[in-house]
C-alpha cells in the first residue's frame, strides 16, 4: 500500500521591533536580563516545510547570500529540536525547509528567530502533532532569545533574556519606515560593545517600562513616540557611527521619532499614520543614507499557517549585487 505524503506547509513569520529595551548587567550565563516590549511587525519571512528525499535548507530572498544553509541555519536547528523533543531521530528528518526572506539578515529584527518559530509551527502541521503553542514556545527558548517573541507575535512584555513573555494590551495599529543598512550587526558584538561602553564610563540608561505600557494602552502615537527606548542604540552606533545620519535622516523627512531596532542596524521611524510612513519612506530613500527602505505596521500575529485563500509569495530570484 503507498504511503500518503502530506502536503507542503507554509508559515508566514513576523519581525519585531524593541519599543523599549532596557538592558541590565551582564549575567554569568554570558547573557543580560532584559525588559522589553517587542511590537511584531509585517516584514515577513515565509517558511515552507515539506516531506523530501532530500534534507536541507534553501534559502531566498532579502540577504539570502549572507544566510548559512547547513546545520547553523536557526531553522534547521528547530527542525532537529523538535525531532528529538517528540521521539524522532534528531540525525535523520526526512525534511526540507525551504525560506523566502523579507526581513534583513543580522538587522536586528529577529530573522533567523523568525524562521525558527516558523518551521516548528510548520513541522507540528506537518507532523499532526498535538502539541500546544505554550509547549512549542519551550523549545523556541532553547533555540534563541526572540524566537518566542516571533511565535505568538502582537505586542508583549519581555524579562528574562527576552524569552520570558506576557502580552500587552496595544489598541492601535501603528505605521512604521525601516531603514536596512548596507552591512549586518552582529548581536553578541553589540551587546559586548555595551559592556566595554559601560566599563568606561555610565552611558545613560531607558526610563521604566511603565509609562509605554500606559502610551500603548491609549494608541496615541506621538505619545508613544516620546517613549522609544533602546539602552543598545547607543553601542551599535558606537559601531556603526552613521546610523546617527540615518535616525536623523527620518525625523527631518517627517516621522515621530527613530530608534535603533533591536541590536541594529536597522533604524525603525513610527510616523503618524499610514500617508505619512509612505511620504517619510520616499524621502529617506533619497537621502542616500541606507539600502533599501521598507514600510510596515504593527502589530501582527506571530507564526502561522497560511492556507485558503493567502497565497504564499512567489519567491524572487537571487540578484547578486
Ligand atoms: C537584541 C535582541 O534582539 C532584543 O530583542 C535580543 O536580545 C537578541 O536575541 P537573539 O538574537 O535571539 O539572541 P540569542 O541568540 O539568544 O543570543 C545571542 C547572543 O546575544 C547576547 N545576548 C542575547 C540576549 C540577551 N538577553 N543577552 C545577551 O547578552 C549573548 O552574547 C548571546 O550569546
Ligand atoms: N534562518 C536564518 N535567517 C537569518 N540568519 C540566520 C538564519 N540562521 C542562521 N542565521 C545566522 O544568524 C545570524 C543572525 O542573523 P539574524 O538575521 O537572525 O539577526 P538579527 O535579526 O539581528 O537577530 P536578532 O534581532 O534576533 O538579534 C547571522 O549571522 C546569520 O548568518
Known amino acids: 500500500m503507498l504511503a500518503v505524503v ?78 528529538r ?43 499532526r502533532l498535538d502539541i500546544t503553542r505554550d509547549e512549542l ?56 560593545e555595551l559592556d566595554r561602553l559601560r566599563d568606561e564610563g555610565d552611558p545613560p540608561r531607558i526610563g521604566a517600562v511603565e509609562p509605554v505600557l500606559e502610551a500603548l494602552a491609549t494608541g496615541d502615537p506621538r505619545q508613544l513616540a516620546l517613549l522609544l527606548g533602546n539602552d543598545l542604540q547607543a553601542a551599535s552606533v558606537s559601531l556603526r557611527p552613521g546610523l546617527r545620519r540615518t535616525l536623523r535622516a527620518g525625523v527631518s523627512a517627517g516621522a515621530l521619532a527613530g530608534t535603533v531596532s533591536g541590536s541594529g542596524p536597522t533604524c525603525a521611524f513610527l510616523c503618524s499614520d499610514g500617508e505619512s510612513a509612505l511620504r517619510v519612506a520616499a524621502e529617506l530613500a533619497g537621502a542616500g543614507v541606507c539600502r533599501t527602505v521598507r514600510v510596515a505596521h504593527g502589530p501582527v500575529p506571530g507564526a502561522r499557517v497560511i492556507g485558503g485563500d493567502e497565497t504564499p509569495r512567489p519567491i524572487p530570484p537571487q540578484v547578486h549585487a
Open 6 to 83: 502530506p502536503p507542503p506547509v507554509t508559515v508566514r513569520v513576523p519581525s519585531k521591533v524593541n519599543l523599549h529595551l532596557a538592558v541590565g548587567d551582564l549575567r554569568p550565563d554570558g547573557y543580560h536580563d532584559l525588559t522589553t516590549i517587542f511590537q511584531a511587525l509585517s516584514l515577513t519571512d515565509e517558511v515552507t516545510v515539506a516531506i523530501a528525499d532530500e534534507p536541507g535548507v534553501e534559502v531566498h530572498g532579502e540577504g539570502a547570500d549572507a544566510v548559512p544553509t547547513g546545520a547553523s541555519n536557526l531553522a534547521w536547528r528547530a527542525v532537529q529540536e523538535l525531532a
Open 137 to 192: 514556545a519551550g523549545i523556541c527558548a532553547k533555540l534563541g532569545s526572540d524566537v518566542p517573541f516571533t511565535l505568538y507575535g502582537g505586542t508583549a512584555l519581555g524579562t528574562g533574556r527576552g524569552e520570558k513573555l506576557v502580552p500587552v494590551l496595544s489598541r492601535h495599529t501603528y505605521h512604521w519606515v525601516l531603514a536596512f543598512d548596507r552591512r549586518g550587526l552582529s548581536t553578541p558584538k553589540v551587546f559586548t
Open 85 to 127: 523533543h517528540v521521539g524522532r531521530d534528531p540525525d535523520e528528518p526526512k525534511i526540507r525547509v525551504v525560506i523566502n526572506k523579507g526581513i534583513p539578515v543580522s538587522g536586528g529584527m529577529a530573522g533567523g528567530s523568525a524562521d525558527a518559530a516558523a518551521t516548528l509551527v510548520g513541522l507540528a502541521s506537518l507532523w
